[in-house]
């Protein structure tokens, strides 16, 4: 009698004879000998059967195979067969198209004898196996991080979640007998049903974070697995009955946060996977897909809108509501994120999605539809990816007509604007040709902007064949010499038998026709096809050679080219180029290369010396280095891309570096350049050397580090605390200080001295750019950066509130840090502004009667004017005591109150000018501290000293 196997692993097929084999072998080879297959035959109308049985014949003594005696439908039936004949102390499942990782079985047996525990769960990796490279990605890899047991699955509420799969887990078999755990019959999902009550069932579960199963996806397969079947209707009906069994388990246990994660999970996750496929659907399907929606949606815990992106919110309570007109283009931004697919409404203040069919007056409606936070009604033209639905489309000849319909939110585009647009017909892979066709109408009809033109296709349109055989179309649209690019979604107008002759620059035999075609994104391209004889058969004929060896080799030279370019373009190979080749150049006197925080702006006291050097005369070349767009940058400079070879060049040969940040670490200064560093504020957190993260790097990580700090040549300070503080961690010895003052506070300091001279202030131009009223003092709240959400910074208070309070006195000025953005409500226009794209600070606190910050070093700047300073620091012992440390504590020197609560804010704001008077010895104390060499000729000073009359260095 043979001893009973450690594990029995479940192999289930049906009509995949082929892929059965390897899928049996992957078991017969576990590193764990104790281990028996048990293959069950889902009824399979190919050979599949007898392939199991040869192989129980080849392993008599670990291989058993069995049939259904009528196909079940689904996986379910199979699995239960196989429980019931499984002889191991564990069973596992595998399907016959995937397979185990070599020590699967070893490791998930290692775990349940260690822990007792009645599932063991492993990593399970999905390999796309019909995709160009092969990618693979790991299933949930934040659940499998490291080794961990739980008692139940509710201290663990991402597992129940997220990992559904039956298959990458090791289970009791006696858990699996007394609890009565079978699949359901006949039913798709019927993993999510099994698992969901094995979780709750099991009195421990274990994580490894081994691989232990290979799922194997195949897109073009010619039978369509469930997941890759979801055009059926029936596909949907069953995963809404597998939820609806799952919600009841939870209700009955009374289990609703998890309930709660669950529906969450459902919107974000399942939902989404249908709506992304629904404007490829039929009005049939999606009328019976709507209503099964809104049945099942009704059920849903309003909380879980909360939990899931804006644009899968919106969709699924279009969907609860039964709005179908609505629900497309919704669809429509939720496969393009970003893009604006709705006109948009404006109601007391807020933004809002539509405000169509009376959702505004549902509570959760006027919750889900609010897309304030989104920005789209602060966004200009050119920052708006619109949709553009085609309306019409017809082909005549060579010639296609076209007729689309742009959305034209909160009515961004005026009536009176002059309208021009172009269609652009880019082929898909880069660095080939592109074709325009002018729009021949545009039309303002409010809430759109509606357009038709013709394009000859067949005239002008020449593909070279094969290798450009999708071309994809974009159309600009100018509105007053603004513009924006969108795609057109292709939307419910008919294509098929829409195609027209074209002539491919390498003969009609590589193509004679385009076609249009819809993108996976649902957006209108064209396809070359071969519908005539010749070109069908040499079409047949080059598809053979691609596939055979000539096309084989020409592939991989066409790789080894892409990534021979990939290689020159990257950061290594730009590197060697600037010290082999620009580093042998010769240096070019007097000539400037000037940055300001990464490229990112024109600012700082980089251009406080430019504009000195400017001012003087001086004989120099300038050269600028910027990020993103050049707009905002001087017109009388050179400017170059940062990181460009242009850049790399500039750099190598210039006589001096202008910046406040760093240069590229990796660019080694030449001896004949000198470096002038104005860094860019005085320090309150820990920098360079004093930081943790830095003392602990290896020796070598600290010299590249110090390396880059070494290239310095002048390091500007404007007070002891930086010689102190700053220097001494970024190491600069004292021969390299400049005791100056930085150059970007000389306005300041001028603006103070006027100010006590004449005795009153000067607004500036500023103030009427920005339309401030003379009767309103500004505020300005100018915070540090913060991390997270896409950099965007959340307010530390109701910004409505606080423009109903206080805005009949105050006008607000928000200026984010440049790394951050905020988004402002309609509701407070006029009375709270968001002045973050002005990249100059020197003006905005000129302007500002009163500075709220936190930590931002422009508390040091704006103490020069000696007004008073709110500090709001809500998140005080977590940005003071987060490991990095301060340098001295601000809590106990601010020269203003310091707050941390919005009820401690407003109330400060409200009694400022109570307060003020009392902080002014406060405010000079501070100043003293820290601002003694700031004396309004910094720029003067350094421009004398290292640029002027050929006193260089």
């Known amino acids: 009698m043979n001893p009973q196997p450690d594990i029995s692993v479940v192999v289930i097929v049906h009509n995949d004879a082929e892929r059965l084999p390897a899928a049996v072998q992957s078991v017969l080879d576990q590193t764990l000998c104790s281990v028996e297959v048990v293959i069950v035959d889902d009824c399979s109308t190919d050979p599949s059967y007898a392939v199991a049985q040869r192989l129980a014949a080849a392993h008599p003594h670990r291989i ?38 070599r020590n699967a079985c070893r490791n998930l047996l290692e775990a349940a004898e260690e822990t007792g525990s009645d599932i063991v769960s492993g990593l399970c990796v999905r390999r796309h196996l019909d995709s160009r490279h092969r990618s693979t990605n790991e299933w949930y890899p934040w659940l499998y991080s490291r ?17 559904t799969l039956s298959t990458n887990k090791c289970y009791r ?110 009005d049939s399907y999606r009328s019976e897909f709507a209503a099964l929606s809104q049945e099942y949606l009704a059920g849903i815990d309003a909380a879980a809108y909360e939990a899931v992106h804006p644009s899968v919110a919106i969709c699924a309570y279009l969907l609860r509501r039964g709005d179908r007109e609505q629900l497309i283009p919704a669809v429509d931004t939720l496969i393009n994120r970003d893009k604006i697919s709705s006109p948009l409404a404006q109601r007391d203040g807020r933004v809002y999605w539509t405000d169509a069919a009376g959702h505004l007056e549902d509570p959760l409606g006027r919750s889900v539809l609010d897309v304030t936070d989104l920005g789209h009604h602060q966004k200009p033209i050119e920052q708006m990816f619109l949709r553009n639905e085609l309306t019409g489309y017809a082909a005549t000849g060579t010639t296609v007509t076209l007729s689309g ?121 064209f396809r070359l096809v071969s519908l005539g004889s010749p070109a069908v058969r040499a ?32 950061g290594d190979s730009k590197l060697r180029i600037y010290h082999e080749v ?134 500007v300070v404007r007070t002891e605390h930086d010689v102190r503080t700053l220097a001494k961690a970024l190491h600069q010895d004292e021969a390299r200080l400049l005791r100056t003052g930085y150059p970007r506070n000389d306005s300041l300091v001028r603006t103070r001295q006027t100010e006590s001279a004449t005795g009153r202030r000067e607004r500036g131009p500023l103030a009427a750019e920005l339309e401030i009223p003379d009767d309103k003092e500004v505020l300005l709240y100018a915070p540090t950066f913060r991390t997270g959400g896409g950099h965007r910074f959340e307010l530390p208070f109701d910004v409505e509130r606080f423009a109903e309070e206080f805005g009949d006195r105050y006008v607000l000025l928000i200026r984010a840090h440049y790394l951050n953005h905020v988004v402002l409500p309609p509701s407070v226009t006029g009375r709270v502004i968001d002045v973050s794209a002005l990249h100059d600070t020197a003006p905005l606190l000129e302007l500002a009667d009163a500075l709220i910050t936190d930590y931002s070093s422009v508390m040091f700047d704006y103490a020069l004017l000696e007004r008073p300073m709110l500090f709001f620091a809500y998140d005080y012992d977590a940005y003071a005591h987060d490991g990095r440390g301060t340098y001295f504590d601000l809590a106990s020197c601010t020269p203003g109150p310091m707050v941390t609560t919005e009820e401690e804010f407003l109330a400060a704001v409200k009694s400022l000018h109570a307060w003020a008077d009392d902080y002014a010895p406060a405010r000079k104390q501070f100043l003293a501290r820290f601002g003694e060499y700031d004396r309004g000729d910094a720029a003067r000073r350094i421009v004398d000293q290292l640029f002027a009359d050929g006193k260089h260095r």
């Open 405 to 525: 319909r742009i959305t034209n939110p909160l009515h961004s585009i005026p009536a009176d604007a002059a309208l021009r647009g172009e269609l652009v017909l880019t082929a898909r892979r880069k660095s080939l040709q592109s074709f325009t066709f002018p729009v021949r109408a545009l039309r303002h009809d409010g809430h759109s902007i509606s357009w038709e033109t013709e394009a000859d296709l067949g005239r002008r349109l020449r593909p070279l064949g094969i290798v450009d055989a999708v071309w994809d179309i974009r159309m600009r649209l100018e509105a007053d010499g603004e513009g924006t690019v969108s795609r057109i979604t292709a939307g419910d107008t008919a294509l098929d038998g829409q195609d027209v002759p074209v002539r491919p620059r390498l003969t009609r035999l590589t193509g004679d026709r385009v076609e249009p075609h819809v993108s996976a994104k649902g957006h209108l391209a």
């Open 539 to 570: 079409s047949g004929l080059i598809e053979r050679t691609v596939r055979g060896a000539p096309g084989t080799l020409g592939k991989a030279g066409y790789r080894k080219a892409r990534a021979l370019r990939k290689k020159l373009g990257s």
């Open 147 to 163: 080794t961990r047991t739980v008692e139940s699955v509710t201290e663990l509420p991402d597992l129940f979640v997220w990992d």
């Open 582 to 715: 620009f580093c042998r150049l010769p240096v070019r006197r007097r000539t400037v290369v000037f940055e300001s925080h990464l490229g990112k702006q024109y600012s700082d006291s980089p251009r406080a010396l430019y504009e000195e050097m400017r001012r003087q005369g001086l004989d120099f070349k300038a050269i600028w280095s910027y990020q993103g767009s050049p707009q905002g940058f001087p017109q009388d400079a050179t400017l170059v891309r940062r990181w460009s070879l242009p850049y790399l060049r500039a750099l190598a040969q210039a006589e001096f570096w202008v910046d406040n940040q760093s240069f590229p670490l990796g660019l080694r200064k030449r001896p004949q350049t000198t470096y002038v560093q104005t860094w860019h504020g005085s320090a309150l957190k820990r920098m360079g050397f004093d930081l943790p993260e830095l003392k602990s790097m290896t020796r070598d990580q600290q010299r590249l580090q110090q390396d880059a700090l070494g290239r310095f040549d002048h390091f």
């Open 173 to 282: 078999r006696e858990f699996l007998l007394a609890h009565a755990l079978r699949f359901p019959k006949g039913m798709f999902y019927e993993d999510l049903q099994f698992i969901a009550e094995a979780y709750l069932a099991a009195r421990r579960i274990t994580l490894i974070p081994n691989q232990v199963y290979f799922w194997n996806v195949r897109q073009k397969a010619a039978a369509k697995s469930v997941t890759n079947s979801r055009h059926e209707i029936t596909n949907y009906t069953h995963r809404l009955e597998i939820h609806r069994r799952i919600d009841a388990l939870l209700e009955e246990r009374g289990l609703h946060d998890l309930k709660l994660a669950k529906d969450a999970k459902f919107l974000k996750h399942d939902l989404v996977l249908h709506l992304r496929d629904l404007p490829l659907r039929d």
């Open 64 to 101: 058993r195979a069995f049939q259904l005696p009528e196909n079940s439908g689904a996986g379910g039936e199979p699995r239960n067969h196989g429980i019931h004949h499984a002889l191991g102390r564990h069973v596992m499942f595998l399907d016959s198209d995937d397979v185990l990782e």
